[in-house]
């Protein structure tokens, strides 16, 4: 009898297994959650971005340390529905936490931040030792 490997996401889902598969249950909605980041670079800055819509941009706390951005904060919910009484619940609310290494070292103490149409711009200046280098080959 030979053995044959389950693979359960090569199977067709129907009808309530598809539904149930894509489905967030509403307890996972309000816990903590990560926000996605944009995080680029040019020879003087990193530049790191994050969707911060219905979030009070004074209650987020950011952190530089070792050349690691901690972006941490809360959003709360402003409803006056009970919970029951909702058919769908999908907008996440709750603590949040996110830290990334950053790609080159960083001045921390420099950084700033602003937020503009929902989105929370950390920029951060390089340090000058980590800043790009051109070095000229001399022929001879």
């Known amino acids: 009898m030979s053995l ?5 996401f090569l199977e067709p ?4 297994e598809f539904d149930k598969f894509f489905d967030w249950p ?10 996605a980041v944009d995080i680029y670079q040019d020879d003087d800055q990193v530049v790191v971005e994050t969707p911060m819509t219905g979030i ?24 006056e529905v009970e919970d029951k009484d909702y ?3 999908e907008i996440r609310r709750g603590s949040f936490y996110r830290s990334v290494q950053l790609p080159a070292q960083v ?11 929902g989105i929370l711009k950390i920029t951060l200046p390089k340090a000058p030792e980590s800043k790009t280098k051109s070095i000229k080959v001399e022929v001879k």
């Open 13 to 16: 889902l129907v009808g309530d």
């Open 4 to 8: 044959i490997r389950w693979t359960p």
């Open 87 to 89: 058919y769908r619940q």
């Open 56 to 79: 009070d941009p004074e209650k987020v706390d950011i952190n530089v340390k070792n050349d690691i951005l901690t972006i941490k904060g809360e959003s709360e919910k402003k409803s």
């Open 107 to 117: 001045v921390g103490e420099k950084a700033s931040a602003e937020y503009k149409n």
């Open 26 to 35: 509403t307890a996972n909605l309000t816990a903590s959650f990560s926000p």
